[in-house]
Structure formats: C-alpha cells, structure tokens
C-alpha cells in the first residue's frame, strides 16, 4: 500500500512544525554551521529556501530532539538559547490591514508596533517554557529545573515588566495573557477607527503597554530569568523569520540593535534577497557585514555548490523510507550531460567514434548547417575527437558539450514529433545531477520532486525510470508557475514576474536551439540601465519567489538594495518547461531580451479600466 | 458598539417577499438582470449597483431594464462604494422602526463588493435588526474564462476580512472553495504555503460545470489528503455554510484559518459569513487575471441572513 505521504503542499512547510519535526530530517549545511556560531547574522534567501528550517533549528527543542551523527558536536558549540519569531504572509497582511485605512500613518505604526512586540514576548515564553526540565527531572539540552517559587518569582517580575495584570504567575499564565492582549489591541483599533483622532493621544496613553521597546522588554525578561535561576549572564538569540514582513520601525529598531552594546542577545534575521530593509543596512550608522554581523545566502549561483546538501537531503528522504543507502545515481542515473565512468571503460574514449557523446555531436553536424560551419572552421573532425590532445578537448569539445546536448535533443526530429512533448522536453533533465541541480538546492522543492519519486521506488530498488523523474519535474515547474502567475503586480501595465521570467527562459531556449550555434550563448541577464523603474521592481518579486537567482560578482556584497547591474540567472526549475542548458553562461543585457518581444497577445493591461477587474471576478 | 449576531437559515420565498430595499447588480452579464425579473412591480426601495466603466456586453441594455423598471441606478467606483451603500443602508434604517428585510442578488457582484456589504450589515446589525436574503443565480455553463492577464491582488478580500491571529505561531490552514479556473488555486496555496489544504468541491445542477471542475483541479485534488475534500451541492447554500462553519469552528481550536473562495459566489459569501462568527480567519481574493465572460442566468437559489445585536454579550464602549 502507497504510505499516506503530505502532499506536495504540506509536504515541507517547516513554520507549521514542531521542533522535533524540524530535527527528524535535518541536514546540517555549511549555512547551518554558519548560523550556529556566536554572531549576528542575516540569512538570505527565497521563499522555500529553508530560513525557516534553520532558524527552528536553533531552538533547543529542536536541537535536543535531533539525532544526526553531527548533532552532538554542534549542540556542544552552541552556547546561546535561540528564540524563534515566526512571521508569515497572512499575519503580515493582518498588520497591514490593522485600522482598516481609517487611523492614520502613526496610529497604525502604535497598533503595529505593539502587536509584533506582544508576539515577540509571547514566543520569548514559549522559549521559557521550553528550557523547564520534564517532571522526571531531566535535563535535556539547555533545560533547567525550575522549582515552581521560582516560576511563579519570574512570572510576577514579567508582569511587571510588560505591564500585565490579572495573570496566574506562571509562564503558561502569562503566554495567555499575552495572547489576551493581541485580542485587546484589535479591540483598542477598532474602537480607535470608531472614535477618531480627537482625544486618541491621551487615551492611548493610558495603554501604556502600546509603548513597550521590543528588544528592551526581552533583554529584561531574559535577564530575570537568568538572575532568578542564577546563571550569570548567558547569550540569547532572537531569530526573526521573515523579517520583510515586520513593521518598518521593528525592522529598523532590530537593525540598529545589532551594533548594540548588550552582549546578552545576538540577532538572526532571515530576510528575502530583496526587500526594501535593505536600504537600513546602507546607511552610514548601519551595522556593516563581516564585521557587526554575517551575511548567509541560501541559493546556490552554481549548481555545483548544492550538491553535497543535495545528496545528504536524498540520504535522508532514504533513510524516512527505510530504502537502504544508495548512491543517488544507482537510483536516479546519470545526467544527460554527464560523462560517466561507463563512457569511457567502454570504449577507453568518451569520445570515440560510436560513443554515446560522439553520435550525439555527430547528429548534431549532419542536422545542423551552423553547427557544421563551427565545427569545420575550428578544424574539429566530429568522427575523431578522441584523437585530440587533453587541452584542446577540454577548450573545443567539453566545453561546448552541454550545448551541444541541449542543441541535438531538442532539433532531433523524435522530440518533434506528436504528443508528450513536455514529458519528453523534461527527460532531457532526468538524472541525479541535473534533479538536483533543478531543485536549485531548495529544501521545498527538493522535497516535493524527490519525495514523491523515492515513493515509487520499487522494492527491488531499480532506477527510477526517466519518463517518472520527467513526470515529477513538469509538475514541480508546473506548480510553481502557477505561484509565480499569482504574484501580484501593481503595474497598470503587461508586466508581470512570470511574463519577464518567461521571456528570457525562452530567449535562452532560442539562443542555444534555434539561432546560429554559439558555442559560449549567454545564459544570465544583467539588469542594465534600459530596464525601466517597473521591470526592476517586479524583478525583485521574482528574485525573492525563487524564480531568477542573483549570481554575485562579489561573494561579500550579497544584500541587494537595487537590482540594476546585477547579473541573474532563470531558476533551472523552470529549465524542464522551457528548455534552457543548466549552466551559467555569459550575460547578456535583460533590455536586449525584452525588446525583442512580441506584443502581448492579450495585453494585461486592464482594457476597460478599473471595473473590468472587478466585474470579471464578479463573474463566477 | 456592540456585538453582532448572525444567524443563517433556508430562505424559499424571496420572489414574492415584500423588502424594504432591494440591492441588485448592474454588470455586464446577462444574469444581472435575471433575479430583478422574476420580481417585477415589487414596491420598496430598489437599487442596482453598477459599475464606472467597463460597460461592456449586455451593460446598456441591463441598465436600460433596470431604468425602465423605476429601479434606481449606482454607477460608481470601487472606492466609492462602501460610502455609497452605507447612505443607503442607513436612509432605509432611519425610514423603518424595528427590523427590516434587505434583499441582496450577489450574483454580478464581485467580491470586494460583497465583503464591504456583510460588513456594513455586520456593523449596521448592532443597531438595527437586518435581515436579509442573498439571492444567487447560478449561470448557463461558459467555458473557464483566459487567465492570460495579470494577477492584481492577493490578500484579504478587505481589511476588514484579514481576520486577527492571537497566536500567529499556529499553523496556517486554508480552506479553498474550487473553481474552474486553471491554476488559480494552485497559485494562491502556493503563495499562502499552509500547513493544511481542506477543499470544497462544488456539485452543480449544470453538468457541464463538472467535466471542466474535474480538469482544472486535477492536481490539486491528486494531491490532497482523501478526507480533505468536501463536496457541496451549488443549489443548497444553508448547508454549505452549516458545513463550512463547523469545519472552521473544529479547524480554529488548533490552527490559523484563511478562506479561499474561488467558485461559484454563494462559497464566497457562505466564507464571508463564515468569517463574520469566526473573526480570527481570513477571506481573500486572488482578483485579475480574467477576461470578461457574458454569463447567462439559468436558476435562482437564496439565504436568509439575519444580523441583530447579540443578546447574550452585549459590549458597549
């Protein structure tokens, strides 16, 4: 019988778990251990990229319920208590909502303020609540034994501190109360919307707990903690997820903390790749990276660098399956672009003549009028590259070899032909090497593709076939065009995030199939001074969705408060539905690309004005 | 203030119901017109709300029936519109001692439309008590309209939909009511990431709506756990509320719940009613990204809301 699995959607949502969930699959990574140590840190990343898993990760249920043959090391180097702060789209949009437009621009900010505050506290308890030790007296990791005097001791000073009254003095009292209070804000907005602006400053001056500082309160609380269980002054972090969505003077607020003097708390931000709170980082009083903090980036410009996180990922799902250790490839084959081992046991040669890679280039020459020219220029005889010398092989023939490979799959008149075109387009992709490298790394998508293929896995364990992995990938590439269809755009003009994204996925697919043969086509964009103020915004979307990728020139300037001349490349998930080589070429200016499109068939552009909109949703 | 109460029930007699006040819709499709029709020389005061622009299809000849019909005609922009139904709403209240009877076709109304006007009865309901049958004509089939234009918005419905989380660390679970529209579901679970995906699936008396319902949602329902996938019966609006409320009740005692209503409007409306006894979940809308569609009338379907002031909490500021 199939396993009842979580479907692609519930699949890997680490926010909804808890943190002995988070252990049971984790893979430490290099960003991991990064994180970990004893510094201020923002950790940088699109949606799915696992900044969620790795601030969890720190939390010290998570940390004591993981079982990994590192986990111990790690526990031991980590001498802080992680206290998550989690944050998503949905309550983002309750904060911004807040007043329902009918208190102004600071009343709002108070209200705001006050409500992430309150939620910071209240995840500051949780974490109290989570280092008691169990009533057996063990002591997990970082658990202490908190005799109730001592609970209730605490319990009464946080009242005071956050201004809280009428509590059961315990952790799990004031967890309530907190959670009492976000219901009395709503109720405070409310009447605020009613009332109107005259009188409103004295009367939310009577709300004294509006007013509360954010790191103050915690680095208060923190410190009667510790003092009460006489622990001398310990470290703490405050790990803050999805940080865009905070108010802009919490997220400032955090920013200017971390060149604070309070040694008793370090900050872990994670933050998309690009979001306005960038700019508080490029002021001249900003905390600078490297030295007030580290900068973590959770994408992989090389598909080279996933791998090992890749692999150690597919151990794991292996390992939930109880499939005995494979080598990834026994279970998933080679690439198509790879040159194994078997190429060249077989004939001494990859490239001899009746070699696999020698018939793919000797198809392409008799096909490909271009190609042929290319190659007869160079001197290249396609029926005797085995005959080259090492370093010409490498310059003339290795190096055009995944060009060449896309080139002759996609002009080979058995892909053109009928139906299952995008199983087929996708085959091309099948492979341990190129999966992985379509998963760009990303623990979400790595997930839903590999999870639901390794549940296929017959039990004499034989490869999964290339038309299944194909089958898996279209509709990974498939559900996330529909994500990137429902980004918002607040143009009144036809662009949007997937029309750009498409245009240059399928501008590469052209260059490397159709045009003259290059042997080097470009294959990144960079976002030159053509680009209008409205591309580069709606860029930004697409790069914190995860559907373009930043490729740093500089690997220590990796914050991007601007997108103009940097240079990007399409995510290779999108690679099976458009047909682009999985690897980094040169650039090409992204305004050359969009100015040779064709208009929109149907522009998106509203034709009828505002209403048009509005009626077409009236209409179901 | 005070709070307000909502109690829903099966509502059979709206065709020959006398109301204080009628709110139609002006639109482009032909069904704005078709509830309107089989309500002739009614008395009472009888609106049609239409649009600024986009008057396309049969929006001039709807306007000239609603006109020739003595009904009153609204034509204004979204940001009016809350303004211009609350005078409304409030002239008719301050003409009428006790409770009223409001009748409401929701079926060319869009759904930032039909939020803003729960919301003013939900407000309105506290000092008054409103009772009001929402009328929904369910469509000829169409084929699924081209998404091939942009997505403008996906949020709450309105503000006063964004639903407030006391423990916004809860999981995150989102009820979807399905369309026929290809990808839009799909796009939206994306965007929100839940934890939990619980779907209602429409039955309708229009059979063709099931081949395309059954293609476009395809893959979602592949991957949705069985047990998870509710169906509804399109002509019986009570129980799908009565459903959809005692999922949202169960759901809230252990997650954060945002409502996605695509389909047919009366899920959309049962959602917004839903919210309204449930405050903490969210409705949102994923709006755009549709070309116009001449829909056709073919059956009539109703509910009887009543909002009044909740005698069992009464809350004054």
Redesign the interface.
């Known amino acids: 019988m199939k396993p009842?699995v979580?479907?692609?959607?519930?699949s890997f949502?680490a926010?909804?778990l808890t943190p002995a969930q988070v252990a049971k699959r984790f893979v430490p990574s290099k960003q991991f251990r990064d994180l970990a140590r004893r510094r201020h840190t923002i950790v940088l990343g699109p949606?799915?990229s696992g900044k969620t898993t790795l601030l969890k990760m720190l939390q010290p249920a998570a940390l004591e319920a993981w079982d990994h043959s590192e986990a111990e090391e790690i526990r031991q180097s980590i001498d802080f208590t992680g206290v998550y702060i989690?944050?998503?789209?949905?309550?983002g949009?309750?904060l911004?909502?807040l007043?329902?437009?009918q208190l102004g621009t600071k009343t709002q900010a108070i209200f705001s303020v006050a409500t992430f505050t309150t939620?910071v506290f209240?995840?500051l308890v949780?974490t109290f609540i989570s280092r008691k030790a169990g009533v057996e007296g063990f002591k997990g990791f970082r658990q202490l034994r908190i005799e109730p005097g001592i609970e209730r001791a605490i319990a009464a000073d946080l009242c005071k501190e956050w201004r809280l009254v009428d509590v059961v003095p315990s952790f799990m009292g004031i967890r309530h109360a907190l959670?009492?209070r976000?219901?009395t804000i709503?109720e405070l907005v409310?009447?605020e919307a009613?009332?109107g602006p005259g009188g409103r400053d004295g009367r939310l001056a009577q709300n004294g707990f509006l007013f509360l500082d954010v790191v103050q309160g915690c680095s208060n609380a923190i410190e009667l903690f510790d003092d009460a269980l006489e622990q001398g002054e310990t470290r703490w972090a405050l790990m803050f997820d999805e940080l865009e969505l905070a108010p802009d003077w919490i997220s400032s607020l955090l920013v200017r903390s971390i060149r604070s003097s309070d040694q008793r708390l370090l900050f872990k931000l994670a933050l998309n790749p690009f979001t306005a709170k960038s700019s508080q980082l490029e002021t001249p009083l900003s905390p600078s990276s490297g030295q007030d903090f580290d900068q973590i980036a959770l994408w992989y410009a090389e598909k080279r660098d996933s791998y090992e996180f890749c692999t150690q990922l597919f151990g794991q799902l292996l390992e939930d399956r109880n499939i005995p250790l494979k080598n990834p490839r026994k279970l998933l084959g080679n690439s198509y672009f790879e040159t194994t081992a078997d190429d060249w046991r077989e004939l001494s040669n990859a490239y001899a003549p009746g070699s696999r890679l020698a018939k793919r280039f000797k198809r392409l020459y008799e096909v490909d009028i271009s190609f042929r020219e290319y190659m007869d220029k160079k001197g290249l005889d396609v029926d005797r590259l085995d005959q080259l010398g090492p370093n010409q092989r490498a310059s003339d023939v290795r190096k055009i070899a995944p060009i060449v490979a896309v080139r002759e799959f996609f002009r080979s008149a058995d892909w053109l032909e009928g139906k299952g075109r995008s199983r087929k387009r996708a085959s091309l992709y099948a492979g341990a090497e190129s999966l992985f490298a379509i998963s760009e790394g990303n623990p979400r998508w790595f997930i839903a593709i590999m999870g639901d293929l390794l549940n296929r896995v017959n039990q004499k364990h034989d490869r999964i076939p290339e038309e299944i992995q194909a089958d898996e990938m279209q509709?990974a590439a498939?559900?996330?065009?529909?994500?990137?269809?429902?980004?918002?755009?607040?143009s009144r003009t036809?662009?949007?995030a997937f029309?750009i994204v498409k245009s240059v996925a399928r501008y590469f697919n052209r260059l490397v199939v159709k045009e003259q043969f290059r042997p080097e086509p470009p294959g990144t964009f960079k976002v030159d001074g053509a680009c209008s103020g409205e591309i580069v915004g709606i860029l930004g979307q697409a790069l914190n969705a995860g559907a373009i990728v930043y490729v740093p020139e500089d690997e220590g300037q990796l914050f991007l408060s601007s997108l103009r001349e940097k240079r990007f490349r399409i995510s290779y998930l999108l690679a099976p539905s458009y047909g682009f080589p999985i690897r980094l070429g040169p650039p090409v200016s992204l305004s050359a690309i969009l100015g040779k499109r064709a208009a929109?068939?149907?522009?998106?552009m509203?034709p009828?004005?505002?209403?048009?909109?509005?009626?077409?949703?009236?209409?179901? | 203030m005070r709070d307000v109460e909502i109690a829903v029930a099966p509502c059979s007699d709206f065709l020959a119901a006398d109301y204080s006040c009628c709110f139609y819709t002006l639109g482009y499709e032909q069904r704005s017109t078709f509830a309107a029709q089989r309500r002739i020389n009614q008395t009472g005061k009888r609106v049609a709300i239409g649009y600024y622009d986009c008057h396309l299809f049969s929006y001039d000849k709807n306007k000239e029936w609603y006109q020739s019909e003595g009904i009153e005609i609204l034509e204004c922009l979204r940001g009016d519109f809350r303004q211009c139904v609350s005078d409304v709403i409030s002239g008719v209240l301050s003409c009428i001692q006790g409770p009223i009877r409001i009748l409401v076709d929701i079926s060319s109304m869009d759904r930032y439309r039909l939020a803003t006007l729960v919301d003013l009865f939900r407000l309105k309901g506290g000092d008054a008590e409103i009772n009001v049958d929402f009328v929904y004509c369910l469509a000829e089939y169409s084929p699924p309209p081209d998404l091939t234009a942009l997505n403008r918005h996906v949020g709450p419905v309105t503000p006063q939909f964004a639903g407030w989380w006391t423990e916004p660390d809860k999981p995150t679970v989102t009820v979807v009511g399905v369309g026929y529209e290809q990808d839009k579901a799909v796009g939206a679970i994306e965007h929100v990431q839940p934890a939990e995906i619980w779907l209602f699936y429409p039955h309708s008396p229009v059979a063709e709506y099931t081949a395309a319902l059954k293609k476009a949602n395809a893959s979602l329902v592949g991957v949705t756990k069985q047990g998870r996938i509710l169906a509804y019966e399109v002509d019986r609006p009570y129980d799908l509320f009565a459903k959809l409320e005692s999922l949202v009740a169960g759901l809230e005692s252990r997650a954060n719940c945002i409502l996605l209503p695509f389909g047919p409007k009366i899920f959309a409306l049962a959602a917004l009613l839903v919210a309204c006894i449930h405050e903490k979940s969210a409705v949102w809308r994923v709006s755009g990204g549709e070309q116009p569609v001449d829909r056709i009338g073919h059956l009539l379907y109703a509910m009887s809301v009543k909002f009044r002031c909740s005698e069992a909490n009464p809350r004054s500021l």
Not at chain 1, 478 to 490: D, G, S, Y
């Open positions: 009842q979580p479907s692609i959607f519930e949502n926010r909804a949606r799915g989690a944050t998503d789209i949905a309550w949009e309750q911004k909502s007043g329902e437009g939620h209240r995840c949780n959670s009492s976000l219901s709503k409310t009447c009613l009332l509709k498939e559900r996330f065009v529909a994500m990137l269809k429902t980004i918002p755009t607040e036809s662009e949007s029309r929109p068939a149907i522009p998106g509203l009828f004005g505002e209403s048009s909109e509005e009626q077409a949703d009236a209409g179901r």
